[in-house]
């Protein structure tokens, strides 16, 4: 009776009076957890790190040595110091690969998500497990009929094959996360744009992109994530002229003498371009992964 | 009329998004072209004056390279792109290239497995009649059993061999001595077996001996078949019966794995030849039994035990030797458009004139061994690998490729049997021995489910 008497502000005060000590050792613990997972995730960046300064002796010891001596000697090593093969070309292949895969993707998936969200096709559903079917297939099984088509069209050991590879394999993605993106666009905006006799382009660069740029933002990371990082297709379909840096870091382990440190400088350093992009994008990032699909 | 009163702002706003856009794909053709450059700056492949060629990433060729585009490309004007990727990695790609006769790579490094059947598919060329028209090459100079391993069976060389390695024990001088131990000239594996038992412990946390039992044909299965071969086993006999687990086979490795048991290294089922490298230069291992290239690194500068290692041949049973028999060396590919300069390359690369550079560029450590007889005559190599020269030496001439066993076999081979197929097999058999070694299964079961494979191999050739 006294509940009901009582006006809504003062029983929230009253709530949140008589819950506080508890929300706080839950919030408590919450943040333990939210730490530990972090720290789990970050120490085998930091240890690769750590390595990468330390010389090759010092870095195959066991059990590790912490307070080894550090050097650049890795890095040294992955920019070819004293004549070794020079990493620029290999990172420039990957810069390509990535960036204009993901332009491809993003010009092909936000019309089609367009096409399967505001103004949805027929079967759209139909459309959308089709996308997502092509990527039950796995990637290996499709290897050796690449490398043969590649092979008899003269596109081996071409960066162009990787771009189209790329944009081929991260377009369903794309495609269902930014369907789901679109969909959080406010149809009334849509409709508004309308009856303001906006056309199909104005509203796609004046209503959906603003709303969307989060959700662009996510996508176009992802993509260029999977393109660096991809090998399986980068090792057997380049060679001399377009291989990637992926590719390149692999070059550093052999079946004979020590290589960790130098392997890690490298992974290091082919590690940046991602880490910058995240980085840039950080803010459009949250936004986008708060939004849509992985709500 | 709504248009024109719109606001600025709402005016500007599509621009907003198509500058990043149009920055990000101007950047993106930008890009394209500078790929392109990279790959000018790689060399492109099909130029005048370039070659391509893949190696497996080993510090001698490491070392090449470095050497190549100051040397050899000054001396020739031919440049050279290099590619070089690990070992598992580059026997695909070459096998890839090489099969398809793609012709990406004018020159590849194979070795001594690969040549029997690369030869009998056409995939190379012969380099005899090239070397004998080039003066100054000396093939006779060629390590006699390194050059009848790359000799195919219609009588054509078609390699030629720029690293070569046999197999030996190695063993700490001073701890011995500590314990009083003493390694005999020629061991058997008996003795090996009870000085590991003696050595264990000499230290804290040293074991007595190193053996590789990471799963891998090219990782447990080379030091397991010279062991095999030496205690009368065999994998196939002459007329491919499959003998995985005869008496014999079973022995051998029942004394190998309880080796690696009671005295072997600390997690024996992962350790290869970088693991027990870095076991021995830490002292935990009194003993290892590898590749002679190992020598290089365990006496050369900067190495902790460096002066303390001895070098004995590799322990034997019921044969009198069992090194195995291994050598990298520059193949070049029939589809080569660059025939001339290839050879150009690696008759250069596997000359007498490139191990004197070596040795003089980069220190006589580091010149690749185990091809040449003058290398061994040389007073600068003898004088910086005194400790294992000798035994290197003694160790690659020892080795009898075409009979390593007590009988008869169908084909070439010491650690491994030269056939196509042999990869596959050895890395199978190796996991059911892993497991064996880590105490999963025991060896005859083991042994039992890998004389399967081994069968099925064996049908193709009867």
Known sequence: MSAATMTPAAARAASAAGSRPGKRRTGVVWSVVAWVVGVLFVLPALWMLLTSFHSEQAAATNPPSLAAPLTLQGYREFFGAGGGLSPWPPLLNSLTASVMSTLLVLALAIPAAYALSIKPVKKWSDVMFFFLSTKMLPAVAGLLPIYLIAENIHML????????????????????????????????????????????????????????????????????IFSWNELLFARVLTGVVAGTSPVFLTGFVTS???????????????????????????????????????? | MTTSSSPPSRRRRPLRFARPAALVAVAGLLLSGCAGAGGDELGGGSGGHTINVLMVNNPQMVDLQKLTAEHFTKETGIRVNFT??????????????????????DVATISNYEIPFY??????????????????????DVLAPIRKALTASDGNLYAEPFYGESSFLMYRKDIFQAKGLKMPAHPTWQQVATLAAEAD????????????????????????????????????????????????????????????????????????????????????????????SAAGSLDGAGSPVAGKVGYVPAPVEQTKNS?????????????????????????????????????????????????????????????????????????????????????????????????????????????NLSSAIAGQTSVPSALNESQKLAAAVAAHYR
């Open chain 2, 201 to 292: 412990g000499a230290k804290p946390g040293m074991k007595g001996i190193c053996l590789r039992g990471e799963p891998g044909w090219g990782q447990m299965i080379a030091p397991l078949t010279t062991v095999v071969n030496t205690f009368g086993g065999t994998w196939f006999t002459k007329d491919w019966k499959a003998e995985v687990n005869s008496p014999a086979f079973t022995k051998a490795t029942e004394f190998y794995v309880n080796l690696l048991k009671k005295h072997g290294e600390a997690g024996a089922a992962e350790s290869g030849f970088t693991e027990c490298l870095n076991d021995f230069e830490q002292s935990k291992v009194a003993m290892w039994y590898d590749a002679t």
């Open chain 1, 256 to 295: 004979q003498g020590l290589f960790l440190a130098k392997v890690c400088a490298a992974a290091v350093c082919i590690s940046l371009p991602v880490l910058i992009a995240g980085f840039a994008a950080q803010d459009k990032l949250v936004q986008g992964l708060s939004l849509g699909a992985v709500k």
């Open chain 1, 157 to 224: 050991d071409n960066i162009w094959l990787l771009v189209i590879l790329y944009t081929s394999m991260n377009l369903p993605i794309a495609v269902w996360m930014m369907r789901s993106f679109l969909a959080e666009v406010p149809v009334e905006m849509l409709e508004a744009a309308s009856i303001d006799g906006a056309g199909l382009p104005t509203v796609l660069t004046r209503i959906v992109a603003p709303v969307a740029m989060p959700g662009i933002a996510a996508t176009a990371l992802i993509s260029f």
């Open chain 2, 119 to 140: 030869a009998r598919n056409h995939w190379l060329v012969p380099l005899n009649p090239l070397a004998a028209k080039t003066p100054g090459y000396d093939q006779a």
């Open chain 2, 323 to 431: 090194g195995w028999l291994y050598s990298w060396a520059f193949a070049m590919q029939k589809a080569s458009t660059h025939q001339a300069d290839a050879w150009k390359f690696i008759s250069w690369a596997t000359s007498k004139g490139y191990l004197n550079l070596a040795g003089k560029e980069l220190g006589w450590s580091r010149v690749p061994p185990g091809t040449r007889n003058s290398l061994y005559t040389n007073p600068a190599y003898i004088k910086a690998s005194a400790a294992f020269a000798g035994a290197t030496q003694q160790a690659l001439n020892s080795a009898t490729p075409d009979n390593p066993g007590v009988q008869p076999r169908p084909a070439t081979g010491i650690q491994f049997v030269g056939i196509p197929e042999f990869a596959a097999l050895g890395d199978r058999v190796s996991q």
């Open chain 2, 84 to 105: 070089m990727l690990p070992e598992d990695d580059v026997r695909d790609k070459i096998s890839q290239d090489f099969s398809s006769q793609a012709g990406e790579y």
